[in-house]
T-cell receptor
């Protein structure tokens, strides 16, 4: 059974710092992995999607990597800003078409 | 920019009542999803829907749940007899993914419907 774990559960960093969020999954037979952000009381906003055949994706200050064989993905945020404060979720799409989310990392950027 | 919409934003119902949550996916998308998020817990996959039928469903999606695409724009989730533990935020999502290399599985989420069962 696929399990998705995100570490750390919460993170506070000063504005301007670069940071890395981690996501691990137990079953490497995935179609893709997607990173989302969720603001309090709101829906999810897609940030990056990495297909199983890809190693990384970039969008602006965000870079997501995927190492399928080791069951790991990282989300790198460069030059963090207070507006980056949110909960970051990763989700994997299994080969059986089910989507499994991690519990998320609550990120707080200190001004 | 196209977006997924959901109605109502908040639904309050009595235990045992039926509820229908409504979603309008992005118009050219082919794959539709329902998720739920119980307060303070992680987002849980309920069901995916493609080509007018259920593609996959989780263990949560039991006989009390059903989905329907009644027309060309709406996608609904019905809970036949609500229980207290059905109280959650329900999210609809859609993607253009058709399983081909050229389509993307990026999922776009609606703002959610908060369901409160009393």
């Amino acid at each position: 059974k696929q399990e998705v774990t995100q570490i750390p559960a919460a993170l506070s960093v000063p504005e301007g710092e670069n940071l890395v969020l981690n996501c691990s999954f137990t079953d490497s037979a995935i179609y893709n992995l997607q990173w989302f952000r969720q603001d309090p009381g709101k829906g999810l906003t897609s940030l990056l999607l990495i297909q199983s055949s890809q190693r990384e994706q970039t969008s602006g200050r965000l870079n997501a990597s995927l190492d399928k064989s080791s069951g790991r993905s990282t989300l790198y945020i460069a030059a963090s800003q207070p507006g980056d404060s949110a909960t970051y979720l990763c989700a994997v799409r299994n080969r059986d078409d089910k989507i499994i989310f991690g519990k998320g990392t609550r990120l707080h950027i200190l001004p | 920019e196209p977006e997924v919409t959901q109605t109502p934003s908040h639904q309050v119902t009595q235990m045992g009542q039926e509820v229908i949550l409504r979603c309008v996916p992005i118009s050219n998308h082919l794959y539709f999803y329902w998720y739920r998020q119980i307060l303070g817990q992680k987002v849980e996959f309920l069901v995916s829907f493609y080509n007018n039928e259920i593609s996959e469903k989780s263990e949560i999606f039991d006989d009390q749940f059903s989905v329907e695409r009644p027309d060309g724009s709406n996608f609904t989730l019905k809970i036949r007899s609500t229980k207290l533990e059905d109280s959650a935020m329900y999210f609809c999502a859609s993607s253009e993914w058709s399983g081909t290399q050229t389509s993307t599985d990026t999922q776009y989420f609606g703002p959610g419907t908060r369901l409160t069962v009393l």
